[in-house]
């Protein structure tokens, strides 16, 4: 068992990482907020030129690992867009992406998006998106479904853990982000992170964060290698 990620796929997250920088950074998140309606527009061609449709993580372990990572650098940036979503798109549909809906009332954040949607249930009932509600808060949005199947089984681990691996992301962004605060603010004279109290709350954090991203590595070990404990 290898849970970290390859040296390729490590490079092919920092790549991205560079990529959405120059791409504006967190000023991505700004305009699209402003106007959901440009979310594609926003990031859509940075994701084409580092080649994030063309990844298999699907069937190809490669493809897997550098999913994962594009997903992580697109949560380090708060990436306005569903990346995980449209990686996790199953091949016999004819579908741009698919989410992970709970069975009543089902929601995504693709609102602003022209995409096609497929969703699928725990229970591995999958449906097509027909309609969309109101847009709300970090692009959320009422979904209409048509159910099509029950085979979603073997797309939920993607479905779930690819998300995850974005969320992971904006873990390492928020801990930098506290860290970089706490150094530069002082009280008393003293910068914050001289205090003992502060001390102890960051190597809390660090110490969440860290299982946290081996938690991620092994669901993503786990849906590459087909066990059921990527759904756990």
Known sequence: MILDLSDDAKEY??????AFESAGGDQLVQQA??????????????LNELGAWDLDARTDADGLEAAA?????????????????????????DVDGLVAVAPSQPTAAVGGLESRWAAVTLDGVRSVVTGYG???????????????DR?????????????????????????ELTIAHVSLRKQFGQTLSSFQGVQ???????????????????ALWSAGSGKPEALV
Do not use: N
Not at 13 to 18: D, E, H, N, W
């Open 134 to 148: 109101a847009t709300g808060p970090a692009f959320v949005t009422p979904l209409e479904l048509a159910e099509t």
């Open 69 to 93: 990572a594009l997903c992580r650098s697109a949560g380090y940036w708060a990436v306005p867009y569903p990346v995980a979503e449209r990686l996790a798109r199953p091949t016999d549909l």
């Open 151 to 175: 085979d979603g089984a073997a797309d939920l681990p993607l479905a779930l853990v690819l998300p995850c691996w974005t969320l992971l992301g904006m873990v390492d962004r928020a801990l």
């Open 13 to 18: 997250g920092r790549q991205a990482l560079r």
């Open 200 to 218: 102890f709350q960051l190597t809390d954090a660090e110490v969440e964060r860290s299982g946290l991203d081996i938690l991620a590595k092994y």
């Open 33 to 46: 907020e402003a106007k959901p309606d440009t979310r594609e527009g926003l990031v859509g061609g940075v």
